[in-house]
C-alpha cells in the first residue's frame, strides 16, 4: 500500500496521463480517485466513464446530455475529452474500447500534446486523463486489439494494483479501514473485527479482490449483533465459501459450527438453528450446500 500511494504521490502533481493495472476489483477507481484529489484540479470534476465489454461507453451520472451524439446515442468523445474543459477524466476499462473509438480518441488526444507539452512547469492543465485497465494491453497490441498510439497517450505514468491474494498482510488493514469508513456511513457505532476473524479474512484468495471484501464486510456489519464481528458473522457469507473448487477455511468452520449445534440439541434443527442465531430455513439450505459439497469429488 506504501508503494502504491508513493506512486499517486508522484503522478498526481504533474499533468501526464496515468495508467492504472491490474484485475477487475482491485480499487482503480479509487486510486484514480486520490490522483485527482492530490492534483492541482481537485476541485474541479471527476468523471467517470465506463468502456463495457460490449464496445459501449456509459456516462457517469449527471453528464449532460451533449456528451451523447443525437439519436443513435453514441458517445461524443470530442465533447467529452474538450481540453478547455477542467477535471479529471477516469476512463475505466478502456480495453473494452471498439476500435474506431479507439483511434477517435488518439486523434483527440493528438491535439493535446502540443499543449501539455508548451505548459510551464507547475502549470495547471485544463483536463486530466486516467484510465484503467485489466488487459495485458502490450499482448492486445500484438494482436491488434489496442492501439499503440493510443497506449502511448494513456501511459505517461503507469501504476500496478496488484491482486489482494499477492498482498494478503493488506488485507487487515484494509478490512479495519473498510470497517469504519462503512460505520460512519451507516451511523453506526464502531465495530471491529476479532482477532479470528481477521485471521480469517487475510487466510482467503479474495477472486473478486478489494471489491469482494468490501461487499463480504457489508454483509458482515448487517449480520454482527454485537460491537465485534465475530467468525459466525462471516460463515453465512457465500462467496467466501466458493474457494477455487476447494472448501475454504470459513465453509468449514460453518459446516463444523452447525454440526456441533446439531449435537448439541441431539439433531434438532429447529433448536440448532435458533442456537445459531438463523432461520430454520437457513439452517436446512446449508445442509443441503454442506451435503452437496461433500458428494463432490
Known amino acids: 500500500m506504501?508503494?502504491?500511494?508513493?506512486?499517486?504521490?508522484?503522478?498526481?502533481?504533474?499533468?501526464?496521463a496515468v495508467l492504472i493495472l491490474g484485475e477487475r476489483g482491485t480499487g482503480q477507481e479509487l486510486v484514480a480517485k486520490e490522483i485527482h484529489r492530490l492534483?492541482?484540479?481537485?476541485?474541479?470534476?471527476?468523471?467517470?466513464?465506463?468502456?463495457?465489454?460490449?464496445?459501449?461507453?456509459?456516462?457517469?451520472?449527471?453528464?449532460?446530455a451533449r456528451d451523447m451524439d443525437?439519436?443513435?446515442?453514441?458517445?461524443?468523445?470530442?465533447?467529452?475529452?474538450?481540453?478547455?474543459?477542467r477535471g479529471t477524466v477516469f476512463l475505466d476499462k478502456v480495453e473494452g474500447l471498439p476500435l474506431k473509438d479507439q483511434a477517435l480518441i488518439a486523434n483527440i488526444l493528438d491535439t493535446w500534446k502540443p499543449r501539455r507539452g508548451a505548459a510551464e512547469p507547475g502549470a495547471c492543465p485544463s483536463l486530466r486523463l486516467i484510465s484503467s485497465t485489466a488487459t495485458d494491453l502490450d499482448r492486445a497490441i500484438e494482436e491488434g486489439a489496442f492501439l499503440g498510439d493510443l497506449y502511448c497517450h494513456l501511459s505517461d505514468f503507469a501504476i500496478r494494483v496488484p491482486a489482494l491474494r499477492d498482498r494478503a498482510e493488506d488485507t487487515q488493514l484494509l478490512a479495519a479501514?473498510?470497517?469504519?469508513?462503512?460505520?460512519?456511513?451507516?451511523?453506526?457505532?464502531?465495530?471491529?473485527?476479532?482477532?479470528?476473524?481477521?485471521?480469517?479474512?487475510?487466510?482467503?484468495?479474495?477472486p473478486g479482490n478489494v471489491s469482494e471484501l468490501h461487499a463480504v464486510l457489508k454483509v458482515a456489519l448487517g449480520a454482527a449483533?454485537?460491537?465485534?464481528?465475530?467468525?459466525?458473522?462471516?460463515?453465512?457469507?457465500?462467496?467466501?465459501?466458493?474457494?477455487?473448487?476447494?472448501?475454504?477455511?470459513?465453509?468449514?468452520?460453518?459446516?463444523?459450527?452447525i454440526e456441533e449445534a446439531l449435537k448439541k440439541t441431539s439433531g434438532n434443527k429447529s433448536r440448532a438453528a435458533r442456537m445459531l442465531g438463523i432461520g430454520r430455513g437457513t439452517i436446512y439450505r446449508k445442509l443441503d450446500r454442506i451435503n452437496a459439497s461433500r458428494q463432490r469429488p
Open 2 to 16: 506504501r508503494s502504491i500511494y508513493w506512486k499517486i504521490e508522484q503522478a498526481a502533481p504533474s499533468q501526464g
Open 39 to 64: 492534483s492541482p484540479l481537485r476541485e474541479d470534476p471527476f468523471e467517470a466513464v465506463r468502456c463495457c465489454d460490449e464496445g459501449r461507453a456509459e456516462r457517469s451520472p449527471g453528464r449532460p
Open 70 to 85: 443525437g439519436a443513435a446515442g453514441e458517445f461524443c468523445w470530442a465533447s467529452f475529452l474538450d481540453s478547455r474543459r
Open 177 to 206: 479501514h473498510m470497517l469504519a469508513a462503512e460505520c460512519v456511513r451507516l451511523g453506526r457505532r464502531p465495530l471491529r473485527l476479532s482477532p479470528r476473524s481477521l485471521e480469517l479474512l487475510a487466510g482467503y484468495d479474495w
Open 225 to 257: 449483533s454485537r460491537t465485534v464481528i465475530r467468525p459466525k458473522d462471516l460463515a453465512g457469507i457465500p462467496s467466501l465459501g466458493a474457494g477455487n473448487g476447494r472448501t475454504s477455511t470459513l465453509e468449514k468452520l460453518e459446516r463444523d459450527q
